[in-house]
């Protein structure tokens, strides 16, 4: 049961010490993140003479006019990552290149076909960003054709590291902010204006918003209101993120991370990521426009087709029979956005879910999971079937054969209703404190919007509240789809409402507390998750 406050302070706190936040020193840099300038190399987890061997070697390449590649990844971390090390070096010397993989042509990470394209045009250093850490067979390749490698990643490394000649590892921050840190030690003053991507990479890559990361997002939130990058305000103005007077609105944690990140990440999944990189770096307004609405036409595709996708998935789902593993397979669905599939199932079901697309010889799959489900070592099980496969507890990607595909099926659905524990099954609902409506007031939501920038590890508070009177109940929306109401004296509103049997009398309520901004004018609102129907 959730704790039951009664004051201010005491949900303060509350909330403070859910997020392991207990000292004097811990909650002031929480409310108080420092800058970036002032984290030391240390606290990021890099280390000086690792830094030193790669701005060395840097520079070494440079005198030399060597052509350099940076190789980057076509998530929002990835070209993030390749933009803020692109623009620092070459500002410096112009034979500094990026290289963007195509999802379809290269596939995920560095490959030996990515390696080729920069070896072609001249490379003699690469430096992987966003990727390489496990790449043990590719970066033998690259040095083998005489082309020197540097790795700057974040993601989990194998038993051992590749044979690059330096390695830039730490899981402390993204790959974005890898490269922030580096750049700043390796030019010898802060580059603050590119915090802003650094802001994109935190949000959108989901790494704990607490710590490093929440210095990164929250002074970088800060560098996306002030930005002057064409790209970012191009982008702004087709999101309609722009206020009347052409100026950014309040750009926020959600605005980064439903808005602005799913526009970066269609190209990647659609196209070629390579689009969405140069309207990051672009300085020229005509060209940031047209990138912007292309970006905005290639997301409304990808929306259409993951609706489409996501739709077909249900319709041919047993929502009578569940399996406890979630498999669906077609060729309709488009290997780009098989990931968000199967988060819909995921969100719909509360299961596990493979969402496969359908090739002619080899077949792309990509999974989410549950809490306490680790799906990666799941698939792993029937590694002997699979071409290749990757991934966390949390999601997963693999290959395999199509012929194999009833085989591999059969198999990972037979050890799931296994090995899958149905308590794990059963949806939980976060509730942070129970606490009383009487004390929801315009001062706890200011108390509370100064957590913000909220994320993982840092979720926006969720409250319960009891034997709350309900009345002046109203549908809203296109499709009446939601549910408007007073909760006691507040203003309510229940977005995508169930269909539930609600008449005006009291009831339990989970709620976030958020605030109605229409026409210049603002006030409290209780933004409903649930109305408990049995008490």
């Given at each position: 049961m959730p704790v039951v406050l009664s004051d201010h302070d005491s949900i303060i706190n509350h909330l403070l010490k859910n997020r392991g936040l207990e000292t004097k020193k811990q909650i002031e840099e929480f409310f108080h993140p420092p800058h970036p300038e002032k984290i030391s190399l240390k606290e990021v987890g890099l280390s000086d003479k690792s830094i030193r061997q790669a701005a060395d070697l840097i520079r070494r390449h440079i005198h030399s006019g060597n052509q350099i590649f940076?190789?980057?990844?076509?998530?929002?971390?990835?070209?993030?990552?390749?933009?803020?090390?692109?623009?620092?070096?070459?500002?410096?010397?112009?034979?500094v290149l990026p290289h963007i993989p195509h999802r379809r042509d290269e596939g995920y990470g560095l490959s030996i076909k990515g390696i080729d394209h920069c070896l072609a045009n001249g490379a003699k250093l690469i430096i992987t960003v966003d990727n390489g850490i496990v790449a043990h067979e590719q970066v033998k390749y690259c040095r083998d054709h005489g082309?020197?490698?540097?790795?700057?990643?974040?993601?989990?490394?194998?038993?051992?590291?590749?044979?690059?000649?330096?390695?830039?590892?730490?899981?402390?921050?993204?790959?974005?902010?890898?490269?922030?840190?580096?750049?700043?030690?390796?030019?010898?003053?802060?580059?603050?204006?590119?915090?802003?991507?650094?802001?994109?990479?935190?949000?959108?890559?989901?790494v704990p918003l607490l710590g490093i990361n929440r210095s990164l997002a929250a002074h970088g939130l800060s560098q996306l209101n002030s930005t002057t990058r064409p790209g970012l305000l191009a982008l702004y103005k087709e999101a309609g993120l722009l206020t009347i007077n052409d100026h950014p609105a309040a750009i926020n944690a959600y605005h980064?991370?439903?808005?602005?990140?799913?526009?970066?990440?269609?190209?990647?999944?659609?196209?070629?990521?390579?689009?969405?990189?140069?309207?990051?770096?672009?300085?020229?307004?005509?060209?940031?426009?047209?990138?912007?609405?292309?970006?905005?036409?290639?997301?409304?595709t990808r929306q259409e087709m993951t609706r489409a996708s996501v739709t077909h998935a249900l319709e041919n789902a047993d929502a009578v029979?569940?399996?406890?593993?979630?498999?669906?397979?077609?060729?309709?669905?488009?290997?780009?956005?098989?990931?968000?599939?199967?988060?819909?199932?995921?969100?719909?079901?509360?299961?596990?879910?493979?969402?496969?697309?359908?090739?002619?010889?080899?077949?792309?799959a990509s999974a989410r999971s549950v809490p306490?489900?680790?799906?990666?070592?799941?698939?792993?099980?029937?590694?002997?079937m699979l071409v290749n496969v990757g991934g966390h507890a949390m999601a997963a990607?693999?290959?395999?054969?199509?012929?194999?595909?009833?085989?591999?099926?059969?198999?990972?659905?037979?050890?799931?209703?296994?090995?899958?524990?149905?308590?794990?099954?059963?949806?939980?609902?976060?509730?942070?404190?129970?606490?009383?409506?009487?004390?929801?007031?315009?001062?706890l939501f200011l108390k509370l919007k100064a957590f913000e920038p909220f994320g993982?590890?840092?979720?926006?508070?969720?409250?319960?509240?009891?034997?709350?009177?309900?009345?002046?109940?109203?549908q809203m929306g296109q499709n009446n789809q939601h549910l408007k109401f007073k909760a006691g004296s507040l203003e309510a509103?229940?977005?995508?409402?169930?269909?539930?049997?609600?008449?005006?009398?009291?009831?339990?309520?989970?709620?976030?507390i958020g605030l109605n901004e229409w026409n210049g004018r603002s006030h409290l609102q209780m933004i409903v998750q649930d109305i408990i129907i049995e008490l």
């Open positions: 940076i190789y980057g990844d076509y998530d929002v971390d990835g070209l993030c990552s390749t933009a803020i090390l692109w623009e620092t070096l070459h500002a410096a010397h112009s034979g082309c020197d490698l540097i790795i700057i990643d974040h993601h989990e490394p194998g038993d051992s590291l590749p044979p690059a000649n330096v390695v830039l590892h730490s899981a402390s921050t993204t790959a974005s902010g890898l490269c922030w840190f580096f750049t700043r030690e390796y030019s010898g003053s802060p580059n603050s204006e590119t915090l802003s991507l650094c802001a994109l990479s935190v949000i959108c890559d989901i980064v991370g439903f808005i602005i990140g799913p526009r970066l990440n269609a190209t990647g999944r659609l196209e070629h990521a390579l689009e969405s990189l140069r309207l990051l770096c672009t300085r020229n307004p005509k060209q940031a426009s047209d990138l912007a609405a292309a970006l905005g036409s290639i997301n409304r029979h569940l399996p406890k593993l979630l498999i669906a397979a077609d060729k309709s669905y488009d290997q780009g956005i098989i990931g968000l599939v199967a988060a819909k199932l995921v969100e719909k079901y509360h299961r596990p879910a493979i969402v496969i697309s359908v090739g002619d010889t080899e077949s792309k306490g489900f680790h799906i990666t070592d799941h698939i792993r099980r029937a590694s002997s990607g693999f290959t395999v054969e199509t012929v194999k595909l009833e085989q591999l099926h059969k198999f990972l659905a037979d050890l799931g209703e296994e090995k899958i524990d149905a308590s794990l099954l059963v949806p939980k609902r976060r509730i942070d404190a129970e606490v009383s409506i009487s004390i929801i007031d315009l001062e993982l590890g840092n979720p926006t508070p969720v409250f319960l509240s009891r034997n709350v009177p309900v009345s002046q109940l109203r509103v229940y977005f995508n409402a169930p269909d539930l049997s609600i008449a005006p009398k009291n009831y339990d309520l989970i709620f976030k």
